[in-house]
């Protein structure tokens, strides 16, 4: 609070800055040299009392203490030590915040409401605009808002809630990490594993060659001497040489190899790590649809109705579109439909995968839930609300995610994984 009486106590009335330059006037105020000279030329009275300042007397000497001051405080100010105005007081102006701009929707002081950044406004009073505030937020709250209790239990309720995802959060980041260093682990293992065949081989290969050729350097050696006795002896002496035949001889070739780890290394590993991943995915079929029980098959007349269909007027309560859709449907020979609906749904989450290939038409129900795919186009609906989907090519395999607790239901592109 002192800093702001400070600031305020070497502010020129004029200019409403700090003094630059200031000086006093023989009435005592002060004033910066060129906002007095200004004024002084259209009215030969101080701005702040009204006393008159003879012309004879305008050649004013700096005021030295406040000159210093004023130096002082705007390094001060432009250092940030006095950044923070006190509470209820202008940061900009040290002028106590009377006014709200409405527009700005932020407390301003009255010199605030005269800036240019402010030029057009609306400002409002402070209590008028919280008691504004005030009645927007009543009548939000409806006849309610006087129930302090209720709105503390929302509260309540909403906290528990972001505890909960917090620890959700929390739960998940472990088991994510934890499952990835289950792989990581398999991974390094299986690594040491080839690392160490490839090792114990090249270590093999390597003995071949180099015992081929210490024979060689030994029959060489042999040969080399000229005293039957000598040779003789050496040649009794190295059981090494009498194992060989050296009529045998020869460059021994590297055979080094690791078969499959050589060209389908990560396919194998692939393959060897999808048999540790649990849980797996539930494979299904689909099923060729078939009509309904109790209904015919092959086609008739109805003399009642005047055109082909497959079951009577009195056997059901389809519409003339109805019945022409199953009349096509078993009709058509070239037909190829086939459905699936899965009933056996674990609570929790649950993972399957379906083949399609080679199927012109299919539909999947799930609970409320069905995918169809008819003429080239992926439809997914859920009750009343129907969805396209777009996969960037013609899966062969569709994968299904279904969490029956929070109904999250995702469709994938086995192939690549990409769920739409």
Request: charged fraction near 30%; charge should be neutral; hydrophobic fraction near 30%.
């Amino acid at each position: 609070m002192a800093s702001c009486s400070l600031s305020k106590d070497l502010t020129c009335s004029v200019c409403l800055s700090i003094f630059t330059d200031p000086v006093t006037l023989s009435c005592g105020h002060s004033f910066c040299r060129e906002c007095i000279t200004l004024s002084l030329k259209s009215l030969n009275q101080c701005p702040e009392c009204r006393t008159t300042v003879p012309t004879d007397r305008m050649d004013f000497t700096t005021n030295h203490i406040l000159k210093n001051l004023s130096e002082k405080a705007k390094q001060d100010k432009e250092s940030g030590k006095h950044s923070e105005a006190p509470v209820g007081f202008c940061s900009e102006h040290d002028e106590r915040l009377k006014l709200f701009c409405v527009t700005d929707q932020q407390l301003t002081c009255l010199i605030c409401r005269d800036c240019e950044k402010h030029q057009g406004h609306k400002f409002k009073p402070i209590k008028e605009a919280a008691a504004s505030i005030r009645k927007e937020v009543e009548a939000f709250l409806g006849k309610d808002f006087h129930d302090f209790s209720k709105i503390e239990n929302l509260a309540k309720s909403q906290n528990e809630e972001i505890r909960k995802t917090e620890e959700k959060s929390q739960q998940l980041r472990t088991q994510i990490s934890g499952q990835f260093q289950e792989m990581h682990q398999f991974l390094r293992r299986r690594e040491d594993e080839i690392m160490n065949e490839l090792n114990q081989k090249e270590a093999d290969e390597l003995k071949k060659m180099r015992d081929g050729l210490e024979l060689g350097e030994k029959m060489k050696a042999i040969l080399e001497i000229t005293e039957p006795e000598i040779l003789l002896k050496c040649w009794s002496g190295d059981n090494s040489m009498k194992a060989q035949n050296p009529l045998n001889l020869q460059v021994v070739n590297s055979s080094l190899s690791l078969g499959l780890y050589e060209s389908h290394l990560q396919l194998f590993m692939w393959k060897e790590m999808l048999q540790l991943i649990q849980p797996k995915a539930k494979k299904l079929s689909l099923k060729r649809e078939d009509p309904p029980v109790g209904r015919q098959r092959s086609c008739s007349y109805n003399q009642s109705s005047g055109y082909g269909q497959r079951y009577s007027i009195c056997d059901c309560h389809h519409n003339y579109t109805s019945l022409l859709s199953q009349y096509q449907k078993y009709c058509n020979p070239g037909q190829n439909d086939y459905y699936l609906r899965i009933d056996k749904i674990e609570r929790g989450p649950n993972y399957w995968e379906i083949d399609v290939k080679d199927k012109s038409s299919w539909t999947i129900h799930i609970q409320n839930h069905s995918l169809t795919f008819i003429n080239d186009k992926y439809t997914k609906k859920t009750n009343n609300r129907t969805e396209y989907l777009n996969f960037e090519n013609r899966p062969e395999t569709i994968g299904i995610y279904f969490n029956s607790i929070t109904n999250q239901l995702q469709f994938f592109d086995v192939d690549n994984m990409k769920h739409f």
